[in-house]
Protein backbone atom coordinates (compact mmCIF):
# COMPACT_ATOMS: atom_id res chain seq x y z
CA UNK A 1 0.00 0.00 0.00
CA UNK A 2 1.53 3.33 -0.67
CA UNK A 3 2.48 6.11 1.48
CA UNK A 4 0.00 8.84 -0.28
CA UNK A 5 -2.87 6.43 0.19
CA UNK A 6 -2.11 5.81 3.71
CA UNK A 7 -1.65 9.08 4.86
CA UNK A 8 -5.03 9.77 2.81
CA UNK A 9 -6.75 7.12 5.15
CA UNK A 10 -5.03 8.13 7.92
CA UNK A 11 -6.11 12.11 7.32
CA UNK A 12 -9.64 10.75 6.54
CA UNK A 13 -9.84 8.15 9.91
CA UNK A 14 -9.36 11.83 11.62
CA UNK A 15 -11.80 13.81 9.95
CA UNK A 16 -14.29 11.02 10.84
CA UNK A 17 -13.02 11.06 14.26
CA UNK A 18 -13.69 15.37 14.64
CA UNK A 19 -16.66 15.42 12.36
CA UNK A 20 -18.22 12.21 11.75
CA UNK A 21 -18.67 10.81 8.32
CA UNK A 22 -21.08 12.64 7.01
CA UNK A 23 -17.92 15.43 7.16
CA UNK A 24 -15.53 13.40 5.42
CA UNK A 25 -14.86 15.42 2.07
CA UNK A 26 -11.87 15.18 -0.24
CA UNK A 27 -10.96 18.75 0.57
CA UNK A 28 -10.90 18.76 4.13
CA UNK A 29 -9.22 15.39 3.78
CA UNK A 30 -6.42 17.23 1.31
CA UNK A 31 -5.85 19.76 4.04
CA UNK A 32 -5.88 17.63 6.55
CA UNK A 33 -3.12 15.09 4.87
CA UNK A 34 -1.42 18.10 3.24
CA UNK A 35 -2.06 16.51 -0.63
CA UNK A 36 -3.05 17.96 -3.25
CA UNK A 37 -6.70 17.10 -4.55
CA UNK A 38 -5.73 15.86 -7.47
CA UNK A 39 -2.89 13.60 -5.85
CA UNK A 40 -6.11 12.13 -4.03
CA UNK A 41 -8.29 11.48 -7.19
CA UNK A 42 -5.34 10.22 -8.80
CA UNK A 43 -5.13 7.44 -5.85
CA UNK A 44 -8.74 7.48 -5.44
CA UNK A 45 -10.50 7.88 -8.34
CA UNK A 46 -14.00 6.96 -6.78
CA UNK A 47 -13.62 10.22 -4.91
CA UNK A 48 -14.77 10.71 -1.31
CA UNK A 49 -16.47 7.13 -0.91
CA UNK A 50 -13.64 5.37 -2.33
CA UNK A 51 -11.86 6.98 0.53
CA UNK A 52 -13.93 6.10 2.78
CA UNK A 53 -14.31 2.07 1.23
CA UNK A 54 -11.01 1.74 1.77
CA UNK A 55 -10.47 3.11 4.97
CA UNK A 56 -13.11 0.99 6.77
CA UNK A 57 -11.31 -1.93 4.74
CA UNK A 58 -8.20 -1.18 6.15
CA UNK A 59 -9.57 -1.34 9.71
CA UNK A 60 -10.94 -4.91 8.44
CA UNK A 61 -7.76 -6.02 7.23
CA UNK A 62 -6.03 -4.58 10.75
CA UNK A 63 -9.24 -6.47 13.05
CA UNK A 64 -8.31 -9.58 10.39
CA UNK A 65 -4.56 -9.36 11.54
CA UNK A 66 -5.09 -9.06 15.40
CA UNK A 67 -7.01 -12.23 14.84
CA UNK A 68 -4.74 -14.50 12.94
CA UNK A 69 -1.71 -12.88 15.85
CA UNK A 70 -4.33 -14.60 18.76
CA UNK A 71 -4.88 -17.37 17.47
CA UNK A 72 -1.30 -18.75 15.87
CA UNK A 73 0.46 -19.62 18.73
CA UNK A 74 -2.68 -21.72 19.70
CA UNK A 75 -2.68 -25.43 18.90
CA UNK A 76 -5.85 -27.07 20.02
CA UNK A 77 -8.04 -26.02 17.48
CA UNK A 78 -11.08 -25.73 19.85
CA UNK A 79 -9.12 -23.40 22.39
CA UNK A 80 -8.06 -21.71 19.28
CA UNK A 81 -11.40 -20.73 18.27
CA UNK A 82 -12.38 -19.51 22.34
CA UNK A 83 -9.49 -17.08 21.23
CA UNK A 84 -10.58 -16.13 18.36
CA UNK A 85 -14.31 -15.15 19.82
CA UNK A 86 -12.66 -13.40 22.59
CA UNK A 87 -10.54 -11.59 20.26
CA UNK A 88 -13.14 -10.25 17.81
CA UNK A 89 -15.27 -9.36 20.52
CA UNK A 90 -12.79 -7.40 22.50
CA UNK A 91 -11.82 -5.67 19.36
CA UNK A 92 -14.73 -4.97 18.22
CA UNK A 93 -15.87 -3.37 21.74
CA UNK A 94 -12.85 -1.75 22.06
CA UNK A 95 -13.07 0.28 18.94
CA UNK A 96 -14.30 3.61 19.90
CA UNK A 97 -14.73 4.98 16.21
CA UNK A 98 -16.75 1.81 15.02
CA UNK A 99 -18.86 1.98 18.54
CA UNK A 100 -19.30 5.88 18.06
CA UNK A 101 -20.24 5.27 14.28
CA UNK A 102 -22.80 2.46 15.24
CA UNK A 103 -24.21 4.78 17.89
CA UNK A 104 -25.04 7.94 15.72
CA UNK A 105 -24.08 7.40 12.03
CA UNK A 106 -25.41 3.82 11.42
CA UNK A 107 -26.97 4.50 8.03
CA UNK A 108 -23.94 6.08 6.67
CA UNK A 109 -21.31 3.32 7.42
CA UNK A 110 -23.77 0.61 6.26
CA UNK A 111 -22.12 0.66 2.67
CA UNK A 112 -19.38 0.47 3.54
CA UNK A 113 -20.15 -2.39 5.61
CA UNK A 114 -22.43 -4.14 3.31
CA UNK A 115 -19.01 -3.71 0.78
CA UNK A 116 -16.65 -5.69 3.57
CA UNK A 117 -19.09 -8.09 5.06
CA UNK A 118 -18.50 -10.64 2.57
CA UNK A 119 -14.76 -10.34 2.65
CA UNK A 120 -14.69 -10.94 6.39
CA UNK A 121 -16.67 -13.86 6.14
CA UNK A 122 -14.76 -15.26 3.39
CA UNK A 123 -11.99 -14.57 5.51
CA UNK A 124 -13.01 -15.84 8.67
CA UNK A 125 -14.50 -19.26 7.14
CA UNK A 126 -10.92 -19.59 5.71
CA UNK A 127 -9.29 -19.22 8.63
CA UNK A 128 -11.71 -21.45 10.93
CA UNK A 129 -11.19 -24.00 7.91
CA UNK A 130 -7.06 -24.28 8.23
CA UNK A 131 -8.08 -23.63 12.42
CA UNK A 132 -10.33 -26.91 12.80
CA UNK A 133 -8.57 -29.26 9.73
CA UNK A 134 -7.10 -31.38 12.45
CA UNK A 135 -9.70 -31.14 15.07
CA UNK A 136 -10.70 -34.11 16.58
CA UNK A 137 -14.13 -35.31 15.55
CA UNK A 138 -16.52 -36.93 17.84
CA UNK A 139 -17.51 -40.69 16.79
CA UNK A 140 -21.30 -39.49 15.12
CA UNK A 141 -20.31 -36.34 13.09
CA UNK A 142 -21.45 -36.10 10.08
CA UNK A 143 -20.61 -32.64 8.53
CA UNK A 144 -17.50 -31.97 6.73
CA UNK A 145 -15.02 -29.47 8.12
CA UNK A 146 -15.95 -26.73 5.55
CA UNK A 147 -19.70 -27.24 7.12
CA UNK A 148 -18.29 -26.73 10.12
CA UNK A 149 -16.36 -23.82 9.47
CA UNK A 150 -19.32 -22.50 7.63
CA UNK A 151 -22.03 -22.54 10.33
CA UNK A 152 -18.84 -21.44 12.92
CA UNK A 153 -18.08 -18.18 10.78
CA UNK A 154 -22.20 -17.78 10.48
CA UNK A 155 -22.36 -17.35 14.27
CA UNK A 156 -19.21 -16.24 15.59
CA UNK A 157 -20.16 -13.31 13.65
CA UNK A 158 -23.62 -12.96 15.31
CA UNK A 159 -21.86 -13.08 18.34
CA UNK A 160 -19.00 -10.76 18.82
CA UNK A 161 -20.11 -7.10 19.55
CA UNK A 162 -23.69 -7.78 19.94
CA UNK A 163 -25.56 -7.91 23.22
CA UNK A 164 -27.36 -10.57 24.21
CA UNK A 165 -27.09 -12.34 27.20
CA UNK A 166 -23.17 -14.08 26.73
CA UNK A 167 -20.45 -12.03 28.36
CA UNK A 168 -17.71 -12.82 25.87
CA UNK A 169 -14.84 -11.47 27.67
CA UNK A 170 -15.42 -14.27 30.53
CA UNK A 171 -13.24 -17.33 29.37
CA UNK A 172 -15.76 -20.20 30.85
CA UNK A 173 -18.84 -18.54 28.93
CA UNK A 174 -16.78 -18.22 25.72
CA UNK A 175 -15.78 -21.91 26.29
CA UNK A 176 -19.05 -22.90 26.97
CA UNK A 177 -20.28 -20.71 23.85
CA UNK A 178 -18.17 -22.42 21.56
CA UNK A 179 -18.82 -25.94 22.47
CA UNK A 180 -22.51 -25.30 22.16
CA UNK A 181 -23.12 -22.97 20.21
CA UNK A 182 -20.52 -22.76 17.39
CA UNK A 183 -19.01 -25.79 17.43
CA UNK A 184 -21.55 -28.41 17.66
CA UNK A 185 -21.46 -29.76 14.51
CA UNK A 186 -18.01 -30.97 15.68
CA UNK B 1 -39.46 4.02 11.46
CA UNK B 2 -42.85 3.34 11.33
CA UNK B 3 -43.98 1.00 14.26
CA UNK B 4 -41.94 1.02 17.74
CA UNK B 5 -40.61 -1.98 19.22
CA UNK B 6 -43.41 -1.84 21.78
CA UNK B 7 -45.98 -2.06 19.33
CA UNK B 8 -44.32 -4.73 17.39
CA UNK B 9 -43.73 -6.56 20.38
CA UNK B 10 -47.48 -6.24 21.96
CA UNK B 11 -48.39 -7.44 18.32
CA UNK B 12 -45.89 -10.35 18.06
CA UNK B 13 -46.93 -11.34 21.59
CA UNK B 14 -50.86 -10.57 22.23
CA UNK B 15 -51.73 -10.55 18.44
CA UNK B 16 -54.31 -7.88 16.85
CA UNK B 17 -57.15 -6.61 18.70
CA UNK B 18 -60.19 -8.03 16.95
CA UNK B 19 -63.58 -7.16 17.22
CA UNK B 20 -66.50 -9.48 18.09
CA UNK B 21 -69.41 -8.80 15.37
CA UNK B 22 -72.34 -10.92 16.41
CA UNK B 23 -74.96 -9.02 13.77
CA UNK B 24 -74.77 -10.56 9.99
CA UNK B 25 -74.95 -7.17 8.77
CA UNK B 26 -72.06 -6.32 10.38
CA UNK B 27 -70.16 -9.67 9.80
CA UNK B 28 -70.67 -8.97 6.35
CA UNK B 29 -69.64 -5.48 6.20
CA UNK B 30 -66.50 -6.65 7.85
CA UNK B 31 -66.14 -9.33 5.52
CA UNK B 32 -66.26 -6.51 2.40
CA UNK B 33 -64.32 -4.56 4.31
CA UNK B 34 -61.36 -6.91 5.06
CA UNK B 35 -61.61 -7.52 1.49
CA UNK B 36 -60.93 -3.94 0.76
CA UNK B 37 -57.82 -4.17 3.32
CA UNK B 38 -56.74 -7.51 2.06
CA UNK B 39 -56.21 -6.03 -1.89
CA UNK B 40 -54.63 -3.05 -0.59
CA UNK B 41 -52.13 -4.58 1.77
CA UNK B 42 -51.27 -6.76 -1.05
CA UNK B 43 -50.71 -4.01 -2.86
CA UNK B 44 -48.55 -2.39 -0.88
CA UNK B 45 -46.40 -5.22 -0.50
CA UNK B 46 -46.35 -5.81 -4.09
CA UNK B 47 -45.50 -1.73 -4.92
CA UNK B 48 -42.77 -2.01 -2.10
CA UNK B 49 -41.18 -5.72 -3.86
CA UNK B 50 -40.86 -3.59 -6.93
CA UNK B 51 -39.92 -0.18 -6.01
CA UNK B 52 -38.75 -0.27 -2.90
CA UNK B 53 -39.87 1.22 0.05
CA UNK B 54 -39.08 4.82 -0.20
CA UNK B 55 -40.08 5.56 -3.68
CA UNK B 56 -43.77 3.64 -3.13
CA UNK B 57 -46.53 5.94 -3.60
CA UNK B 58 -50.10 5.84 -2.59
CA UNK B 59 -50.95 6.04 -6.27
CA UNK B 60 -48.97 2.92 -7.18
CA UNK B 61 -51.10 1.43 -4.58
CA UNK B 62 -54.44 2.54 -6.32
CA UNK B 63 -52.93 1.02 -9.62
CA UNK B 64 -51.90 -2.41 -8.76
CA UNK B 65 -55.38 -2.40 -6.25
CA UNK B 66 -57.70 -1.12 -7.60
CA UNK B 67 -59.32 0.35 -4.61
CA UNK B 68 -59.91 3.88 -4.87
CA UNK B 69 -57.58 6.68 -2.88
CA UNK B 70 -60.62 7.91 -0.82
CA UNK B 71 -61.51 4.54 0.10
CA UNK B 72 -57.47 3.41 1.12
CA UNK B 73 -57.35 6.63 3.03
CA UNK B 74 -60.45 5.36 4.72
CA UNK B 75 -59.84 2.58 5.74
CA UNK B 76 -56.02 3.11 7.01
CA UNK B 77 -55.68 6.64 8.22
CA UNK B 78 -52.38 8.38 8.22
CA UNK B 79 -52.06 8.37 4.77
CA UNK B 80 -49.06 6.56 3.08
CA UNK B 81 -47.18 6.03 6.47
CA UNK B 82 -50.68 4.42 7.45
CA UNK B 83 -51.00 2.01 5.00
CA UNK B 84 -47.43 0.94 4.82
CA UNK B 85 -47.48 0.15 8.78
CA UNK B 86 -50.72 -1.35 8.46
CA UNK B 87 -48.76 -3.93 5.42
CA UNK B 88 -45.97 -4.62 7.95
CA UNK B 89 -47.96 -5.53 10.61
CA UNK B 90 -49.98 -7.65 8.77
CA UNK B 91 -47.05 -9.59 8.04
CA UNK B 92 -45.75 -9.75 11.31
CA UNK B 93 -49.06 -11.35 11.77
CA UNK B 94 -48.86 -13.82 9.12
CA UNK B 95 -45.35 -14.87 10.22
CA UNK B 96 -46.29 -15.32 13.72
CA UNK B 97 -49.48 -17.25 13.22
CA UNK B 98 -47.25 -19.32 11.13
CA UNK B 99 -44.72 -19.70 13.22
CA UNK B 100 -47.42 -20.75 16.12
CA UNK B 101 -49.24 -22.91 14.02
CA UNK B 102 -45.93 -24.71 12.95
CA UNK B 103 -44.32 -25.15 16.71
CA UNK B 104 -48.12 -26.52 17.86
CA UNK B 105 -48.07 -29.23 15.75
CA UNK B 106 -44.40 -30.64 16.30
CA UNK B 107 -43.59 -33.29 18.46
CA UNK B 108 -39.99 -33.54 20.36
CA UNK B 109 -37.35 -30.64 20.46
CA UNK B 110 -35.87 -31.44 16.90
CA UNK B 111 -39.29 -31.24 15.15
CA UNK B 112 -40.15 -27.94 16.91
CA UNK B 113 -36.75 -26.36 16.43
CA UNK B 114 -37.03 -27.55 13.14
CA UNK B 115 -40.20 -25.98 12.44
CA UNK B 116 -39.84 -22.83 13.92
CA UNK B 117 -36.46 -22.14 12.39
CA UNK B 118 -37.73 -23.50 8.54
CA UNK B 119 -40.57 -21.26 8.59
CA UNK B 120 -38.50 -18.32 9.82
CA UNK B 121 -35.90 -19.05 7.09
CA UNK B 122 -38.47 -19.55 4.37
CA UNK B 123 -40.55 -16.62 5.68
CA UNK B 124 -37.64 -14.15 5.40
CA UNK B 125 -35.68 -15.80 2.40
CA UNK B 126 -39.22 -15.61 0.10
CA UNK B 127 -40.41 -12.40 1.01
CA UNK B 128 -40.06 -10.44 -2.11
CA UNK B 129 -40.93 -6.91 0.12
CA UNK B 130 -38.11 -7.65 2.38
CA UNK B 131 -35.82 -8.35 -0.27
CA UNK B 132 -36.37 -5.63 -2.28
CA UNK B 133 -35.62 -3.46 0.98
CA UNK B 134 -32.57 -5.50 1.87
CA UNK B 135 -31.19 -4.78 -1.34
CA UNK B 136 -32.27 -1.38 -2.31
CA UNK B 137 -32.29 0.60 1.02
CA UNK B 138 -30.50 -1.76 3.31
CA UNK B 139 -30.19 1.06 5.54
CA UNK B 140 -33.49 1.10 6.35
CA UNK B 141 -33.64 -2.41 8.29
CA UNK B 142 -29.61 -3.61 8.73
CA UNK B 143 -29.78 -0.72 12.13
CA UNK B 144 -32.99 -2.31 13.17
CA UNK B 145 -30.47 -5.63 13.66
CA UNK B 146 -27.37 -4.20 13.92
CA UNK B 147 -24.70 -5.05 17.19
CA UNK B 148 -26.41 -3.58 20.24
CA UNK B 149 -29.76 -3.02 18.95
CA UNK B 150 -29.82 -7.02 18.54
CA UNK B 151 -31.01 -7.10 22.24
CA UNK B 152 -34.46 -5.97 21.46
CA UNK B 153 -35.11 -8.60 18.98
CA UNK B 154 -33.35 -11.79 20.14
CA UNK B 155 -35.90 -10.62 23.50
CA UNK B 156 -39.08 -10.90 21.10
CA UNK B 157 -37.49 -13.78 19.80
CA UNK B 158 -37.17 -15.86 23.44
CA UNK B 159 -40.89 -14.76 24.46
CA UNK B 160 -42.11 -16.16 21.18
CA UNK B 161 -40.41 -19.44 21.22
CA UNK B 162 -38.94 -19.51 24.58
CA UNK B 163 -42.41 -21.30 25.92
CA UNK B 164 -42.81 -23.72 23.34
CA UNK B 165 -38.45 -25.11 24.08
CA UNK B 166 -39.45 -25.27 27.92
CA UNK B 167 -41.60 -28.10 27.00
CA UNK B 168 -38.59 -30.11 26.53
CA UNK B 169 -35.71 -27.60 27.95
CA UNK B 170 -35.15 -26.28 31.59
CA UNK B 171 -36.11 -22.48 31.09
CA UNK B 172 -32.88 -21.15 31.35
CA UNK B 173 -31.52 -23.83 28.44
CA UNK B 174 -34.93 -22.31 26.81
CA UNK B 175 -34.13 -19.28 26.53
CA UNK B 176 -30.58 -19.60 25.39
CA UNK B 177 -32.00 -22.21 22.63
CA UNK B 178 -34.34 -18.92 21.72
CA UNK B 179 -31.85 -16.52 21.54
CA UNK B 180 -29.58 -18.44 19.36
CA UNK B 181 -32.47 -19.56 16.58
CA UNK B 182 -32.77 -15.62 16.37
CA UNK B 183 -29.61 -15.47 15.66
CA UNK B 184 -29.33 -18.48 13.38
CA UNK B 185 -32.19 -16.85 11.47
CA UNK B 186 -30.88 -13.47 10.50
CA UNK B 187 -27.01 -14.35 9.78
CA UNK B 188 -28.66 -17.25 7.06
CA UNK B 189 -31.28 -14.11 5.92
CA UNK B 190 -28.83 -11.74 5.31
CA UNK B 191 -25.47 -14.01 4.36
CA UNK B 192 -26.68 -17.21 2.54
CA UNK B 193 -24.76 -20.33 2.62
CA UNK B 194 -24.17 -23.41 0.62
CA UNK B 195 -25.11 -25.36 3.20
CA UNK B 196 -27.99 -24.19 4.35
CA UNK B 197 -31.78 -23.65 1.68
CA UNK B 198 -33.67 -21.68 3.68
CA UNK B 199 -36.72 -23.51 1.40
CA UNK B 200 -35.45 -27.24 2.04
CA UNK B 201 -36.97 -28.37 4.78
CA UNK B 202 -34.31 -31.25 4.79
CA UNK B 203 -31.61 -28.69 4.95
CA UNK B 204 -33.12 -26.76 7.81
CA UNK B 205 -33.49 -30.40 9.56
CA UNK B 206 -29.62 -30.92 9.34
CA UNK B 207 -28.53 -28.06 10.27
CA UNK B 208 -30.85 -28.38 13.67
CA UNK B 209 -29.88 -31.66 14.24
CA UNK B 210 -25.95 -31.75 13.23
CA UNK B 211 -25.03 -28.06 14.86
CA UNK B 212 -27.63 -26.69 16.47
CA UNK B 213 -28.76 -29.11 18.81
CA UNK B 214 -26.07 -31.90 18.59
CA UNK B 215 -24.81 -30.42 22.92
CA UNK B 216 -28.65 -30.94 23.83
CA UNK B 217 -28.97 -34.22 22.33
CA UNK B 218 -25.73 -35.68 23.14
CA UNK B 219 -26.78 -34.92 26.58
CA UNK B 220 -29.87 -35.80 26.92
CA UNK B 221 -31.21 -38.52 23.65
CA UNK B 222 -34.47 -38.90 25.01
CA UNK B 223 -35.38 -35.40 23.43
Known sequence: ?186 | MVVTSDELRSRLIDGPSRGCSVDTDDRLAADAASGVARAVIDATLDSIARFGLSKTTVDDIVRASGVSRATIYRTFPGGRDGVVTAALLAEVDRFVDGLRAEMDVAAGLEATVTAALGHALEFLATHAALRAVLEIEPGIVVPLFAFHRLDRVLDLGVELLGPHLAAYLPAEDAASLAEHLVRVCLTYATAPSLYVDPTDRVSVRRLVRHHILDPHLSANPSL
Open chain 1, 1 to 186: MSEVADRVMDAAYDEVADRGLVGVTVEAVAARAGISRATIYRHFPGGRDEIVDRTVGREAERFFAELLGATAGVSDPVAAVAVLVRSADAQLRAHAMLQRLLRDEAEALLPSLATFRPMVENGLTAHLRRVLAGATRSPDAVASIDEVADYASHMILSYVGTGGSWNLQDPEAVARLVDDRILGGL
